[in-house]
Nanobody, 126 residues
């Protein structure tokens, strides 16, 4: 099992920046893909960014491309989401998620992930 704990959320003005962290513990050697999702009130959970845990290859949703950067530090079992040029529409609870299924696909779908953190609130004021 893998345990995930997010931190770094908060209130920021539009145009500002935040860095989210996701600390992984437990059987971290089985992690394959780590992603960030977000969920705004009344909306479905939305893919934001993902990274392959071993090779560090990133991929972004079009809505955050060029503004957000995902990274990971394997030695510390930490992943990060650097969020710049924040907009009011970025307001949501942000979750990190891990898939341990190397044969999986559809990495933009929450259903492909078997471990989730509790989420951290990001609020962008306009």
């Amino acid at each position: 099992q893998v345990q995930l704990v997010e931190s770094g959320g908060g209130l920021v003005q539009a145009g500002g920046s935040l860095r989210l962290s996701c600390a992984a513990s437990g059987d971290t050697y089985i992690m394959y893909i780590m992603s960030w999702f977000r969920q705004a009130p009344g909306k479905e959970r939305e893919f934001v960014a993902r990274i392959t845990w071993s090779g560090g290859v990133p991929y972004y949703a079009d809505s955050v491309k060029g503004r957000f950067t995902i990274s990971r530090d394997k030695s510390k079992n930490l992943a990060y989401l650097q969020m710049n040029s924040l907009k009011s529409e970025d307001t949501a609870v942000y979750y990190c998620a891990v898939s341990t299924n190397v044969l999986g696909s559809r990495w933009n779908s929450p259903r492909s992930y078997d471990h989730w953190g509790q989420g951290t609130q990001v609020t962008v004021s306009s």
